[in-house]
């Protein structure tokens, strides 16, 4: 869960790229999304889609 702007987003924790955490990514503020740790790609906080490689796939809100 991820507190951004008085919102608060929920994601599936597990990258879709690879089975790693997503909760010890950061987050994007200007892009009101978060980044995987391990390889640096972007899930849109408000759809889960993935918005950057090597990740292709969504996660679930």
Excluded: Q
């Excluded at 994007?28 to 759809?47: M, N, P, Q, R, V």
């Amino acid at each position: 869960m991820v507190l951004l702007n008085e919102r608060i987003y929920a994601l599936d924790d597990i990258c879709s790229h690879e089975d790693v955490s997503l909760s010890e990514g950061e987050v994007d503020i200007d892009e009101c999304a978060l980044e995987c740790w391990k390889h640096g790609s972007l899930f849109s906080l408000e759809t889960g889609e993935a918005l950057s490689l090597p990740a292709t796939k969504s996660v679930k809100t």
